[in-house]
């Protein structure tokens, strides 16, 4: 392999590397706002509740695909150090 694709596989795992720092906080995040949302539920008006459950809809669809997103950048992280290892063996 070349010089730039080595380059490329780099930059590649530096980029999932960061990408999956942010989304572990911010899946903690989501994570925590939703939990403090249901502890607030069983108390909360009808309007207010209808609110809330709206609000966990949509974190519920955000941490699926951050959860998705997570597991296709450690599949490319992966992939990436392994043709980075077969490079710095040949």
Do not use: P, W, Y
């Not at 590649?12 to 720092?21: N, Q, T």
């Not at 995040?29 to 309007?47: F, I, N, P, T, W």
Request: glycine fraction near 4%; proline fraction near 0%.
């Amino acid at each position: 392999m070349s010089d730039e694709e080595a380059r490329r596989l780099l930059h590649s795992r530096h980029f999932c590397i960061d990408r999956l720092v942010e989304v572990k906080a911010e899946l903690g995040r989501l994570q925590a706002e939703d939990l403090e949302l249901k502890s607030k539920l069983d108390g909360a008006e009808e309007v207010e509740a209808g609110d809330m459950r709206r609000r966990r809809r949509h974190l519920s669809r955000r941490l699926n695909e951050l959860k998705a997103e997570r597991a296709a950048l450690a599949v490319e992280l992966q992939e990436s150090t392994d043709k980075l290892k077969m490079i710095h063996q040949a």
